[in-house]
C-alpha cells in the first residue's frame, strides 16, 4: 500500500525536507511547483481602488460632459456672431468707435457720409494707422505692407476708389 504525503514548506528548507524523506524511506519524492494563488483579500483592494478611480473621474469628467459645468475658453473667430467676410448678422461697432454719421448706427443704414477731417482727427488716424493697420496694408495704403504676402486675397488699396466710402 502507498502512502502519499504532501507537505507545503518554505523553498530555502525545501532541501533539507526532501533529504529527511527520502532517509525515512521515501519511495519516491517529487518537488511541486508552488502555485502562486492570488490572495482574494488584495485581489478585492485593487477592484474597489480601480473602481474608486473610475467613479472619481467619471465624478470629475461628466459635469463638463453635460455641460453642467463650463470652463469658459477663450471662444475662436469661427464661433463669433459674424463669420464671413461680408456676412451678417454684423456686430455692432463698440462704443468708443469713430462715429461717422452722428452718435448713434444704425445696423439697416449703412455709413454714408464722414465727419469733416480736421488737423487732429488727421494726425489721430495717422497714429492709429501706422499702428494697427500699416503692416499689412503699407505705409501708403497701397497694400503692399510687409504681411500683406500672406494673404489671399490681399490687403486692399486703400487708396482705390472701391475702398473709399461710400
Ligand atoms: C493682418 C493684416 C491686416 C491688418 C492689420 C489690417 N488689414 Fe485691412 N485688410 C486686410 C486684408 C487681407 C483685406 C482684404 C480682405 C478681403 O478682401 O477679403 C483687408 C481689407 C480692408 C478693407 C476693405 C474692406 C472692404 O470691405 O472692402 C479696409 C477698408 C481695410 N482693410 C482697412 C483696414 C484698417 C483701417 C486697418 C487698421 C485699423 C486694417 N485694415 C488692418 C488685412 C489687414
Redesign the pocket.
Known amino acids: 500500500m502507498d502512502i502519499g504525503v504532501l507537505a507545503q514548506v518554505d523553498e530555502q528548507a525545501s532541501p533539507q525536507v526532501e533529504k529527511i524523506m527520502r532517509e525515512s524511506g521515501a519511495h519516491d519524492v517529487q518537488r511541486l511547483e508552488e502555485t502562486r494563488r492570488i490572495n482574494s483579500r488584495a485581489w478585492a483592494a485593487f477592484v474597489a481602488i480601480v473602481a474608486a478611480l473610475v467613479i472619481v473621474a467619471a465624478g470629475i469628467s461628466l459635469p463638463f460632459f453635460y455641460d453642467v459645468l463650463r470652463i469658459p475658453f477663450p471662444s475662436q473667430m469661427v464661433e463669433q456672431e459674424s463669420i464671413g467676410?461680408?456676412q451678417g448678422p454684423r456686430l455692432a461697432a463698440p462704443a468708443e468707435a469713430v462715429p461717422v454719421q452722428g452718435p448713434f448706427s444704425s445696423p439697416v443704414q449703412p455709413a454714408s457720409s464722414s465727419f469733416p477731417a480736421t488737423a487732429d482727427s488727421l494726425q489721430r488716424g495717422k497714429v492709429?494707422?501706422n499702428l494697427?493697420?500699416f503692416?499689412?496694408?503699407g505705409i501708403t495704403g497701397v497694400g503692399d505692407?510687409r504681411?500683406?504676402g500672406f494673404?489671399v486675397?490681399?490687403?486692399?488699396d486703400?487708396t482705390s476708389a472701391?475702398?473709399a466710402i461710400r
Open positions: 467676410y461680408e492709429l494707422y494697427h493697420c503692416v499689412c496694408h505692407g504681411l500683406s494673404f486675397p490681399k490687403p486692399v486703400l472701391q475702398s
